[in-house]
């Protein structure tokens, strides 16, 4: 895992550098480590068009086969057509709740291999290592494993059972770390590193052709003191590829309201802080209500967790609760119950505002440009007592009294009292080691880089970076848009496909080269013979 254990020769330009060690950079790993898919003659696919193609020439590995027409025709659940293609080959018809053999025939094939480096700052698995441990993950089990292990195998080999056909973040980060040494990529990963730059080098006097330059830091254990703690250290790396993928996923930053008072220290951006709170006792069912902001999925567990120490709940969002855009109306209510559960609390408790009453509210109050309103009282009966939901408003102040200010659509602002307030929106990547953090290579170029609305515009077929300084630089994963393990498998497959016809493509013209060098020379050898003749 060390950078002096990689037998790096100084100015060596490697093949492929990989910068993130999340799931994405995992499954490339694996695919360039030399594992190849091939039809397997004995299983059909149960979609007879893609079956038909499929078996058009079955001699060619799937890194061979031309993809977009394979993609043709294909529907799924992710915009990427690579992304269905793969999923549909890794899991055929598993939206339907059918359990069909894949037609992939998996093939260990060294010569294959490309040399490559995967960066990470971490252990392998990535973000997974941070997540909360005790919810269950939003996909089933087997929608996060990845080519050659089957989670639900691994899990019983551990006495484990997946819930629900689900698992913890616990468990498939431990799965991941696993995976990388079952397959045996360990000399592949470099962790410990944060990468802190990535630019184009171009070609210098000694022939070098123009290629990337990735620098950064490697922590580094160093010696053990006397209370048996050791010191770490970090040691600065620069290395040279001709290719670079960012994997980095989107996890880094967490997004902002960018309103007053939001630096304020009950303001928190991060369920780890909700949790931390939790753990030093500062919150219980006497506590003022805890203010949950955003309608996703971190937010529905920040809510789940606090309902569980009676704690009450004020829970803000700028969507109405029958948005179909909603997460929560796009989850099958039998699968994922808990937030089944929270999207009820959202529609049956949501705040309304009454006439003025005689006196205000301790807890909620409304300013004096808007008609006046209360805390309606909680049932005793109700499944649900101490939560309201705000649908369709935003936070427009934080104050250091630890109010909070909202206002409606339609322009009506409220004050309430809390004690905490957990701001849970989404995060952005921290890109900070491309130059103005990546601005330029989005879909929208003027603006900064974002999982959801404004993702790193790729080719949809090989995932390049359309606006890089250079070619040799690729984007998959969350950076792309792909926020689901069960897809972000289709760009290490388009990559990997892309750099092997790449491969093949510079095999065949240097072997054009020679020839056209070997014609030459027996042009000038008869040349030189026939003058020696006459």
Known sequence: ??????????????????????????????????????????????????????????????????????????????????????????????????????????????????????????????????????????????????????????MREKRRNVRNDRATPAEIASYYQHYVSQMSLEQNFACGTTVTGVTRQPSNQEGSPPCWRVTGLQRREGEELGDGSTVSDEVPFSLLAHNVVLATGTHDIPARLGVEGESLPHVCHSFWELEAAISRGELDQSSDPVLVVGAGLTAADAVLAAHHLNTPVYHVFRRSVNDPGLIFNQLPKLLYPEYHKIHQMMTQQQYQALPPPQSHAHNLQTSPSSSSSSLPPASSSSSYSGYLSFPRYKVVAFRPDKKCVLESDSGERTVLQISKALVLIGAHPNLSFLRENGRGLGSYPEEPITCRRNPIDVDPFTNKVLGAEGPGLYAMGPLVGENFVRFLKGGALAIASDLAKRHRGEEEEDGEKYLAIDRFMDRQKRTENEVRES
């Open 1 to 154: 895992m060390d950078f002096q254990d990689k037998e790096i020769i100084p100015g060596e330009i490697l093949p492929v550098v990989i910068i993130g060690n999340g799931p994405s950079g995992i499954c490339l790993s694996y695919l360039l480590s030399g594992r190849t898919p091939y039809l397997s003659p004995e299983v059909s696919h149960p979609n007879p068009l893609l079956s038909s193609k499929l078996g058009e020439q079955p001699h060619l590995s799937l890194l061979e086969q031309d993809l977009e027409y394979l993609c043709e025709g294909l529907e799924g659940r992710s915009s990427n057509p690579v992304a269905v293609l793969f999923d549909s080959l890794l899991l055929p018809d598993s939206d339907f709740g059918l359990d069909h053999s894949s037609p992939l025939d998996w093939r260990y094939e060294p010569e294959r291999s490309v040399p490559h480096l995967v960066l990470g700052r971490g252990p392998p698995g990535g973000a997974w290592h941070a997540m909360e441990c005790s919810m269950l993950t939003l996909s089933l089990a087997n929608w996060m494993e990845l080519p050659g292990l089957k989670l639900k195998d691994w």
